[in-house]
């Protein structure tokens, strides 16, 4: 059973910095692609970032230049840094991964529970 269990998150002040992580457990051989989705409250679930095997990033553009997601393929463990943090980052942030448990199954993707950010101004 894979299981992510993300960590971060809180409340902080516009301009203020938060890093949240994510961490996956159970029987993995692989990790394709590690990413982060938010969830504003009456929004739909857009992505914010992600970073493959071999390190490609992507960011949503509302984000450049202020986050950075990075992983730790040995802790099967994916960062987000948010910097400069705006009141419209604030939603819900959900970790996500692309897993294969095994060399003879097909990539799967697995969801942690999500985590609150909430930037006041």
């Known amino acids: 059973q894979v299981q992510l269990v993300e960590s971060g998150g809180g409340l902080v002040q516009s301009g203020g910095s938060l890093g949240l992580s994510c961490a996956a457990s159970?029987?993995?051989?692989?990790?394709?692609?590690m990413g982060w989705y938010r969830q504003a409250p009456g929004a739909q679930r857009e992505l914010v970032a992600t970073i493959t095997s071999n390190g490609a990033t992507y960011y949503v553009d509302s984000v450049k230049d202020r986050f950075t997601i990075s992983r730790d393929n040995a802790k099967k463990t994916v960062y987000l840094r948010m910097n400069s943090l705006k009141p419209e980052d604030t939603a819900v942030y959900y970790c996500?991964?692309?897993?294969?448990?095994?060399?003879?199954?097909?990539?799967?993707?697995?969801w942690g529970r999500g985590t609150q950010v909430t930037v006041s101004s």
């Open positions: 159970g029987s993995i051989v692989s990790i394709q692609v």
């Open positions: 996500y991964q692309l897993i294969r448990r095994t060399w003879q199954t097909s990539l799967e993707a697995y």
